[in-house]
């Protein structure tokens, strides 16, 4: 089988990915020379804990599985099972941490509630006020600067796989055949779009009321903090955006303890992990309404060097790198992901959200699994 895959995004390089492990020649076409879209711009977290029971938790945890086999096979995506800890500082937010630990999945998505010395003894960076931590032991990280060029190196030692960067597909001809920039069509038996959030052009034209949305965010990268923070760190701002939380515990932190105005205005939360040269990626914001600004606000870094500071009880290391970058994501925030056979023997895959880099090796396999690969 010869596969055409659009957009070499994680999601693209996965899809690409599973072709290859079955067998199949794969011809991988990016606009860009190479992908610089949301696969890049995130923290790289493969973030299970406080994903939705079912089908989320489920795509989570698999490729939680994948990602671990993955990393073994291509040590250049940095893939560490460093777990996360989610920092609580007063009775409102460990009630919600309390109640997430006594989930009864609580084992298989590897949380337990500890206290402040025992988070501190798993990181002996967090130096800072904080009365307990829930620890997710399945949470993870890989380097997504780097990532895809890695998978592609990888995929290119097969012989089996082109990339051809620096075309944009623009049209679907036919049945399982594209056309690029350069007036070339590419034919294969399946033809696989993983486009991301460039919601206009060719796929509007394909699927005019596409149930997918954009959102902007707002991240920075700082220097190396001179000693390492080995796990990734939440503040219990999280506990708000992830839908494992929701009950009476989190119903009472809203209402007992709003966020702070900058954090609310930019629906924010801290999530923290390092960089292997030692520096933090820390985020981030949510932006719905379009258009989106076009410039990146300094009150939502403030807010969160504050919030880093009092977790590490010590100055955030200067600020080296401010970026945004927008994802794809399901209106209907329960769908893992947007699947659609849009022409025949051509798939369109977009809209994991904020959880595209998590699952993405597993909402490839399903392609995979589903088109008979
Ligand atoms: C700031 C930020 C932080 C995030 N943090 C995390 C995280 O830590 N963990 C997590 O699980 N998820 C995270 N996410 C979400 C995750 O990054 C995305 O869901 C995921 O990267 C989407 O992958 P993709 O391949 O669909 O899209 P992209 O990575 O955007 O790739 C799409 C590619 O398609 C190409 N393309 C588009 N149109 C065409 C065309 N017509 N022809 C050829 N090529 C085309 C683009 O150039 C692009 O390279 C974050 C997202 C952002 C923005």
């Not at 190479?34 to 696969?39: K, W």
């Not at 903090?225 to 503040?235: F, H, I, K, N, W």
């Not at 600020?319 to 769908?335: H, K, L, M, N």
């Amino acid at each position: 089988m010869r596969v055409i895959v659009v957009g070499a995004g994680v999601l693209g390089s996965m899809h690409a990915w599973h072709a290859i492990e079955r067998g199949h020649e794969v011809v991988h076409i990016e606009r860009e020379a190479e992908a610089r879209g949301a696969s890049l711009r995130n923290f790289g977290l493969v973030w299970v804990s406080g994903r939705a029971d079912g089908p989320e938790l489920a795509a989570a945890l698999r490729a939680r599985e994948l990602w671990e086999g993955i990393g073994a096979r291509v040590p250049e995506l940095g893939f560490r099972p460093n777990g996360s800890l989610t920092v609580v500082r007063n009775a409102h937010e460990l009630a919600v941490a309390e109640a997430a630990a006594a989930r009864p999945d609580a084992a298989v998505r590897g949380y337990r509630l500890l206290t402040a010395a025992e988070a501190r003894r798993l990181n002996p960076a967090l130096r800072g006020e904080f009365t307990a931590a829930l620890w997710c032991e399945r949470d993870a990280a890989v380097e997504p600067r780097t990532a895809q060029l890695a998978l592609k190196r990888a995929l290119l030692a097969s012989g089996r796989y082109t990339f051809l960067g620096g075309r944009e597909v623009r049209e679907v001809v036919g049945e399982h055949a594209v056309r690029d920039d350069h007036g070339d069509v590419h034919t294969g038996d399946a033809v696989i779009l993983c486009t991301g959030a460039w919601l206009g052009g060719l796929v509007k034209e394909l699927v005019p009321e596409l149930p997918v949305r954009r959102v902007r965010l707002q991240m920075m990268q700082t220097d190396p903090l001179g000693e390492p923070l080995t796990t990734s760190v939440a503040d219990a701002d999280s506990f708000r955006y992830y839908p494992a939380y929701a009950g009476g515990a989190l119903d009472a932190l809203a209402t007992g303890q709003p966020q702070a105005p900058t954090a609310a205005a930019h629906r924010m939360q801290l999530l923290m992990v390092q960089r292997r040269d030692g520096g933090l990626t820390i985020g981030d914001t949510h932006e719905y309404d379009q258009p989106f600004g076009f410039d990146v606000v300094e009150d939502p870094y403030d807010h969160l060097a504050e919030v880093v500071e009092a977790v590490l009880g010590r100055p955030m290391p200067r600020i080296r790198r401010r970026w945004a970058g927008v994802y794809a994501q399901c209106v209907d925030t329960a769908e893992v992901v947007h699947r659609q056979r849009v022409r025949d023997g051509v798939w369109l895959v977009t809209g994991p959200g904020g959880r595209g880099m998590t699952c993405a090796p597993a909402i490839a396999e399903t392609t995979a699994d589903e088109l008979g690969w």
